[in-house]
């Protein structure tokens, strides 16, 4: 191996430290956002209850979070009371539920049993090319449905015939 790719190596949490460094969201910051961009496209605004009900965390856990991400312009927020999104909240939380999206269709369409939880884990780490890429390859087969069907018949045979390699 060359240096130049040694010194491209870093953990899974070196990466997230570098994004961060490079003020980037991190990831936990990714799924608040996008939760958020959620409810709020249907409700206009959320709360802090409500928001941590739904993530599975603490209400202070939220709070914090909120307030961090209404320091960086993507809320809007009062304490005890309502949250909402800037433009540029809206604009980066549909990106990402644009991404999740993307991510879990594709996952779903090369049959992966758990695709919500895998999006989960990987969709923080996909670059704005590879879901363009990811998109388009589903649009590629959604209007060349000859070619989806051999995809889809030589993923089935080559189950058949044990090709599919186990972890």
């Known amino acids: 191996m060359s240096d130049s790719i040694v010194s491209d190596f870093h953990t899974s949490r070196g990466y997230q430290i570098l994004r961060w460094q490079g003020g980037q969201l991190t990831s936990s910051m990714e799924d608040y956002l996008e939760m958020i961009y959620r409810i709020c496209a249907k409700n206009g605004y959320t709360r802090i209850g409500k928001l941590s009900a739904i993530l599975h965390i603490k209400p202070s856990s939220a709070s914090k979070m909120i307030c961090k991400l209404t320091d960086m312009g993507y809320l809007r927020y009062s304490r005890y009371e309502i949250i909402q999104m800037t433009e540029s909240g809206k604009k980066v939380g549909s990106y990402l539920l644009s991404r999740h999206n993307t991510t879990e269709k594709f996952l779903e369409f090369i049959g992966s049993q758990n695709a919500f939880r895998e999006t989960e884990l990987i969709e923080h780490s996909l670059s704005p090319e590879t879901v363009d890429k990811l998109h388009k390859l589903l649009e590629f087969f959604r209007v ?14 080559s189950k058949k015939i044990g090709k599919t390699p186990v972890p």
């Open 144 to 157: 060349n449905p000859d070619v989806r069907n051999s995809f889809e018949q030589y993923i089935a045979s």
